[in-house]
């Protein structure tokens, strides 16, 4: 075993850019507190809020503020994902950034939460990345995760750590914890979703081990979430089993059967079709509104 020190940081936020400071304060505790942690995670939307406005470019003097932090205490930095200007776009965008402050991938959220997360883009693309002699690491982002492909093609990239930053304040939260278990479980990996505190989240941020096992769970305030991941543990899972049992990666690997909603052009089948628009949901017109 060789331990991979991990934190996640569930802190109260506000919706504008003076987070960024609040941020640099907090990780400089927690390195303060846990030298031996080797990265440092932030929850979605983190330095600047959930306002299309204070989208930032990137690069940009947001992100190298990050950059500057990375490299000043010698860690991996994911400091949650910020809304970027790109191509007269906005996209939902996490970067990825080395011990030595250099930004080594960003990943664009591939499922914003349509139809409330109007007015931002849809990213194409995957990112995993690799620390070197720990092992690979794979991104997503909030609502990415209740569409399980996300997660499986991580797997399938060869990811054993998943990082979910999340900004979640709705009712749904508590089924997004069994999502998250889940998904640990499906893939046989590690997912560490850290949630906001406040108004803005509910947090509730938790990491789970390849057998869906609660490593922890944090409660509703400002908290921070730090372990130690033994990635030789996901290796065995999905080589052996966990405590020798599931294999499902070999049995999707080895599978002959061809899924009918992933064949191109098939997904829109007419029974989705049927669903209506994806449109947001209006108040129903009651017969009092009328009189």
Not at 97 to 121: D, M, T, W
Not at 201 to 217: A, C, D, K, T
Not at 261 to 270: F, K, L, N, T
Request: hydrophobic share 40%.
């Amino acid at each position: 075993m060789r331990p991979f020190g991990i934190a996640g940081i569930q802190m109260y936020l506000k919706p504008d850019p003076s987070n960024i400071e609040t941020m640099r304060h907090r990780l400089d505790l927690l390195m303060h507190l846990y030298p031996w942690v080797q990265m440092v995670m932030f929850s979605e939307l983190a330095p600047c809020g959930p306002l299309l406005k204070y989208a930032q470019t990137m690069p940009g003097p947001a992100e190298e503020s990050f950059q500057e932090m990375a490299a000043r205490h010698r860690i991996w930095l994911l400091p949650g994902s910020m809304f970027e200007r790109h191509g007269g776009a906005i996209y939902n965008t996490a970067s990825v950034i080395n011990p030595q402050g250099k930004v080594i991938g960003r990943y664009r959220k591939l499922f914003p939460f349509y139809p409330f997360e109007s007015g931002v883009a849809a990213g194409n693309e995957f990112l995993v990345f690799d620390v070197d002699s720990i092992g690979r690491f794979g991104v997503s982002i909030c609502y990415d995760m209740w569409f399980p492909e996300t997660t499986r093609t991580l797997a399938w990239l060869g990811a054993e750590v998943i990082l979910h930053p999340t900004m979640t304040n709705t009712i749904d939260r508590e089924v997004e914890l069994s999502i998250a278990r889940a998904n640990a479980a499906m893939n046989q990996c590690y997912f560490v979703d850290i949630n906001v505190a406040g108004d803005l989240g509910l947090g509730r941020s938790g990491i789970y081990g390849p057998g869906g096992e609660v490593i922890y769970q944090a409660g509703s305030g400002g908290e921070v979430l730090a372990v130690e991941l033994d990635l030789d543990s996901v290796r065995r899972a999905r080589q052996r089993g966990w405590h020798s049992q599931v294999q499902p990666l070999k049995s999707f690997r080895d599978s002959t059967v061809a899924f009918p909603a992933y064949v191109p052009g098939e997904r829109q089948s007419p029974y989705l079709r049927s669903l209506g628009p994806l449109q947001m949901p209006v108040r129903p017109t009651l017969q009092s509104d009328e009189t």
